[in-house]
């Protein structure tokens, strides 16, 4: 079994950072792209920013300069640095994984629980 664990969300001002952590666990043989998506209020879920195993980033329009996603394979977790945070930031925030569970197995999707990030004056 897998779990995705997130962490580092909170209330923070227009302007302010947060630093989220994703950490997964379990059965793990291997993780290609790790990704963070949000998902606001009335809204679908969409992309934010992804990392493949290699490094290489890929970021949405409205992050780009602002957040800084980047992973530690050994440690099997993401993070995304998120700086000059605006209030339509504000959304739930979850990562997901391609993870292989074992070496003759798929690569399954799994996501996180979610963390608020609320940013507010």
């Known amino acids: 079994q897998v779990q995705l664990v997130e962490s580092g969300g909170g209330l923070v001002q227009p302007g302010g950072s947060l630093r989220l952590s994703c950490a997964a666990s379990?059965?793990?043989?291997?993780?290609?792209?790790m990704n963070w998506y949000r998902q606001a209020p009335g809204k679908q879920r969409e992309l934010v920013a992804s990392i493949t195993r290699g490094g290489r980033t890929h970021y949405v329009d409205f992050v780009k300069g602002r957040f800084t996603i980047s992973r530690d394979n050994a440690k099997n977790t993401v993070w995304m640095q998120m700086n000059s945070l605006k209030p339509e930031d504000t959304a739930v925030y979850y990562c997901?994984?391609?993870?292989?569970?074992?070496?003759?197995?798929?690569?399954?999707?799994?996501w996180g629980q979610g963390t608020q990030v609320t940013v507010s004056s």
């Open positions: 997901n994984a391609e993870i292989q569970s074992a070496s003759w197995g798929a690569f399954v999707i799994h």
């Open positions: 379990g059965s793990i043989f291997s993780i290609n792209d």
